[in-house]
């Protein structure tokens, strides 16, 4: 089977068989160079679906990944980033291993193939013109026969006629003579040129031609191989990426398997639990007996003190028993006093581990100036030694200003966590019997209360409607009763502001006299004047108790 043999006739058809072949290679180039582009279109809408759903940089929804189903799902975003990427892999190997490959090959297949149908046609203009001379040749040998036909006609009519004179015959003959030897020359030359041109056209249509075609279709079969090759490549550059775009999706599998239920429970009781315990049993109030008014002499919790906060809670003064009735909308306490137990020992302890990263890395920024200082001092030509002085005593005060803030908030922390430094482990003994004997009403109200997502409290409404019921019933009867005694003085710290319904303020240094002791929630009730009383937090006083004021509590 050869083109040189078969189709040794069909010159055209094979030249624009062969462009055929070229248009349909330059559309499969065309059709793979649209699918990079889908693909990178792909990977860049895979990225910023990605990018959408990533959590901002500190912020709240990133404290939220750390629950498990936040992590799956973020191993998700993460899984399909790279899922995009090798997208991305499939458009840059199919760019360099077939349309860059390709478009090369084109472009030598045009050339080649040119080549070929230049030597085609050269060998027909050169058969053309063979049998150009072959006809050209024919026809002067036919003219010259029919000349010597002509010239040998006159010369029998000359010699015939009597009258003619012998010269005259004689130049007749030698005429007749000439045109038959220019007539066998002629013959000769066609007999020749004929011989030549059925070489030439033997060569042309056996040799020249079948080779050029031979020459015509190895190249037509390389291009289909060549297309066939890039096809099965197609699809392997797509096979290369899926045990990749497998362990991308086996990741995800791995990741909703190592969602946690229990872990993200417990993850939701660290960040919301207040710490609090939860209220007792109400005690029945028998209003059939006369109400005692006498003040026990051996404990603060006597009836009255009892019978005044439990219905002052439903009264006017509810908002000083717990100061978080309603959220705060000022400036945060420094020390987070505006929290519940938990999570303000959650935040201290986030804040003081804040502080001790800066401390060290002041620390090491000192380490490096003191390093620099020493080789200036070995190389006074690197610099001089007393100019970085400046910058070691900056960063020496900024290590003990952090250290000072560092110390105030383990203070703190260290209260919330029972480790008092400020207070005795008399007091703390007395404060736990104090509770054990008589659970706080501050306690039992704050366990009503939802905690919003800041970590304030607000009221339900079921219990706002109860409070309003217990303040319309008993007020009148208990807001013109006498005020608790002051049991002792105390010292302020430092200055606290009052914001908070229930709070009140003071100047650090200022004494003023205490009437309820801290019962574990973390402030202690004042009163610097017959109108003016409120909650201070506990660790901004210094409290020096009087043991023989009634309600004092007894010391072991």
């Given at each position: 089977?050869?083109?040189?043999?078969?189709?040794?006739?069909?010159?055209?058809?094979?030249?624009?068989?062969?462009?055929?072949?070229?248009?349909?290679?330059?559309?499969?180039?065309?059709?793979?160079?649209?699918?990079?582009?889908?693909?990178?279109?792909?990977?860049?809408?895979?990225?910023?679906?990605?990018?959408?759903?990533?959590?901002?940089?500190?912020?709240?929804?990133?404290?939220?990944?750390?629950?498990?189903?936040?992590?799956?799902?973020?191993?998700?975003?993460?899984?399909?980033?790279?899922?995009?990427?090798?997208?991305?892999?499939?458009?840059?190997?199919?760019?360099?291993?077939?349309?860059?490959?390709?478009?090369?090959?084109?472009?030598?297949?045009?050339?080649?193939?040119?080549?070929?149908?230049?030597?085609?046609?050269?060998?027909?203009?050169?058969?053309?013109?063979?049998?150009?001379?072959?006809?050209?040749?024919?026809?002067?040998?036919?003219?010259?026969?029919?000349?010597?036909?002509?010239?040998?006609?006159?010369?029998?009519?000359?010699?015939?006629?009597?009258?003619?004179?012998?010269?005259?015959?004689?130049?007749?003959?030698?005429?007749?003579?000439?045109?038959?030897?220019?007539?066998?020359?002629?013959?000769?030359?066609?007999?020749?040129?004929?011989?030549?041109?059925?070489?030439?056209?033997?060569?042309?249509?056996?040799?020249?031609?079948?080779?050029?075609?031979?020459?015509?279709?190895?190249?037509?079969?390389?291009?289909?191989?060549?297309?066939?090759?890039?096809?099965?490549?197609?699809?392997?550059?797509?096979?290369?990426?899926?045990?990749?775009?497998?362990?991308?999706?086996?990741?995800?599998?791995?990741?909703?398997?190592?969602?946690?239920p229990k872990n993200d429970s417990q993850l939701a009781i660290e960040a919301y639990k207040s710490g609090f315990e939860p209220p007792g049993d109400i005690e029945f109030e028998d209003y059939t007996q006369p109400m005692?008014?006498?003040?026990?002499?051996?404990?603060?919790?006597?009836?009255?003190?009892?019978?005044?906060?439990?219905?002052?809670?439903?009264?006017?003064?509810?908002?000083?028993?717990?100061?978080?009735?309603?959220?705060?909308?000022?400036?945060?306490?420094?020390?987070?006093?505006?929290?519940?137990?938990?999570?303000?020992?959650?935040?201290?302890?986030?804040?003081?581990?804040?502080?001790?990263?800066?401390?060290?890395?002041?620390?090491?920024?000192?380490?490096?100036?003191?390093?620099?200082?020493?080789?200036?001092?070995?190389?006074?030509?690197?610099?001089?030694?007393?100019?970085?002085?400046?910058?070691?005593?900056?960063?020496?005060?900024?290590?003990?200003?952090?250290?000072?803030?560092?110390?105030?908030?383990?203070?703190?922390?260290?209260?919330?966590?029972?480790?008092?430094?400020?207070?005795?482990?008399?007091?703390?003994?007395?404060?736990?019997?104090?509770?054990?004997?008589?659970?706080?009403?501050?306690?039992?109200?704050?366990?009503?209360?939802?905690?919003?997502?800041?970590?304030?409290?607000?009221?339900?409404?079921?219990?706002?409607?109860?409070?309003?019921?217990?303040?319309?019933?008993?007020?009148?009867?208990?807001?013109?009763?006498?005020?608790?005694?002051?049991?002792?003085?105390?010292?302020?710290?430092?200055?606290?502001?009052?914001?908070?319904?229930?709070?009140?303020?003071?100047?650090?240094?200022?004494?003023?006299?205490?009437?309820?002791?801290?019962?574990?929630?973390?402030?202690?009730?004042?009163?610097?004047?017959?109108?003016?009383?409120?909650?201070?937090?506990?660790?901004?006083?210094?409290?020096?108790?009087?043991?023989?004021?009634?309600?004092?509590?007894?010391?072991?």
């Amino acid at each position: 089977m050869s083109w040189g043999t078969e189709l040794w006739d069909q010159f055209d058809n094979l030249e624009k068989h062969t462009q055929w072949g070229i248009d349909i290679l330059e559309k499969y180039i065309k059709f793979v160079k649209e699918r990079t582009e889908i693909e990178l279109s792909y990977a860049k809408q895979l990225r910023n679906l990605s990018k959408k759903y990533q959590p901002k940089k500190n912020s709240k929804e990133e404290e939220e990944y750390r629950y498990t189903a936040c992590k799956a799902f973020l191993s998700t975003l993460n899984e399909m980033n790279d899922y995009a990427g090798q997208h991305e892999v499939i458009s840059e190997n199919m760019t360099s291993q077939i349309t860059v490959e390709l478009a090369r090959y084109v472009q030598e297949l045009k050339q080649e193939r040119k080549s070929h149908f230049h030597d085609g046609r050269k060998a027909q203009q050169h058969i053309e013109t063979c049998w150009k001379q072959l006809e050209s040749s024919k026809r002067r040998f036919e003219r010259d026969c029919k000349e010597a036909d002509r010239a040998q006609q006159y010369f029998e009519k000359m010699d015939a006629d009597i009258n003619v004179t012998k010269a005259d015959v004689e130049k007749a003959r030698q005429q007749a003579q000439m045109r038959h030897q220019m007539a066998e020359d002629s013959k000769a030359d066609y007999s020749s040129i004929l011989q030549k041109f059925n070489h030439e056209q033997h060569e042309y249509y056996h040799t020249h031609i079948p080779n050029i075609f031979q020459k015509i279709q190895e190249m037509e079969e390389r291009r289909i191989v060549r297309i066939g090759e890039s096809v099965k490549t197609y699809a392997e550059l797509d096979r290369q990426v899926i045990p990749i775009i497998g362990k991308c999706l086996d990741g995800i599998v791995k990741a909703a398997e190592s969602i946690d239920p229990k872990n993200d429970s417990q993850l939701a009781i660290e960040a919301y639990k207040s710490g609090f315990e939860p209220p007792g049993d109400i005690e029945f109030e028998d209003y059939t007996q006369p109400m005692k008014r006498t003040v026990s002499d051996n404990s603060l919790s006597n009836s009255r003190g009892e019978s005044k906060s439990e219905l002052k809670f439903g009264g006017k003064s509810k908002g000083k028993l717990w100061p978080f009735i309603k959220k705060n909308k000022g400036a945060t306490p420094e020390d987070f006093s505006n929290l519940p137990p938990e999570q303000r020992r959650k935040k201290l302890q986030q804040k003081v581990d804040e502080l001790n990263k800066e401390i060290q890395k002041e620390m090491d920024q000192r380490d490096a100036i003191t390093k620099m200082k020493d080789v200036y001092l070995k190389n006074p030509q690197m610099g001089d030694p007393a100019s970085l002085d400046h910058k070691l005593a900056e960063v020496s005060q900024n290590i003990e200003k952090l250290r000072l803030e560092a110390q105030k908030f383990e203070a703190w922390l260290a209260e919330v966590e029972g480790r008092l430094p400020a207070r005795s482990e008399q007091a703390r003994r007395q404060s736990g019997m104090y509770d054990v004997q008589n659970p706080p009403a501050v306690n039992s109200c704050a366990q009503d209360r939802e905690s919003s997502p800041d970590g304030s409290y607000t009221e339900e409404q079921s219990q706002e409607s109860e409070v309003k019921v217990l303040a319309t019933d008993f007020d009148d009867e208990f807001d013109d009763e006498e005020s608790l005694p002051a049991i002792g003085t105390c010292k302020a710290l430092y200055t606290f502001e009052g914001q908070n319904e229930g709070t009140i303020s003071v100047v650090e240094g200022e004494t003023v006299y205490v009437i309820e002791e801290d019962k574990g929630d973390g402030w202690t009730r004042i009163r610097r004047n017959e109108d003016e009383e409120g909650y201070v937090p506990t660790s901004y006083v210094e409290v020096y108790l009087d043991k023989n004021a009634k309600g004092a509590k007894t010391y072991i």
